[in-house]
């Protein structure tokens, strides 16, 4: 089992930045990927940004904004965001894939206009 547990989001003006981080934990566990998803009211759960050992994954919707880094040796993962937008709004959820697919509670990001 992995436990996940996100923190950082917040409430911000359109054009700043925020940092998400996530912490893993558990025993025994491997983790291949990380990543960041996100679930705005009414809308379908979407990829934000996924990180590997090697290589990293955006939509397209963010590309250049976020960006995703990862330190294993503590089994973390960061989503530094800039220049926010309105439309980043969303509950903003860590995924970890360690032979099955494990989610945190969820971290809400609000940008406002």
């Known amino acids: 089992q992995v436990q996940l547990v996100e923190s950082g989001g917040g409430l911000v003006q359109a054009g700043g930045s925020l940092r998400l981080s996530c912490a893993a934990s558990?025993?025994?566990?491997?983790?291949?990927?990380m990543g960041w998803y996100r679930q705005a009211p009414g809308k379908q759960r979407e990829l934000v940004a996924v990180?590997?050992?090697?290589?990293?994954h955006y939509a397209n919707s963010v590309k250049g904004r976020f960006t995703i880094s990862r330190d294993n040796g503590k089994n973390r993962v960061f989503l530094q965001m800039n220049s926010l937008k309105p439309e980043d709004t969303a509950l903003y959820y860590c995924?970890?894939?360690?032979?099955?697919?494990?989610w945190g509670q969820g971290t809400q990001v609000t940008v406002s206009s």
């Open positions: 995924n970890a894939e360690s032979g099955s697919n494990y």
């Open positions: 558990g025993s025994g566990f491997v983790i291949n990927a």
């Open positions: 990180i590997t050992s090697g290589s990293t």
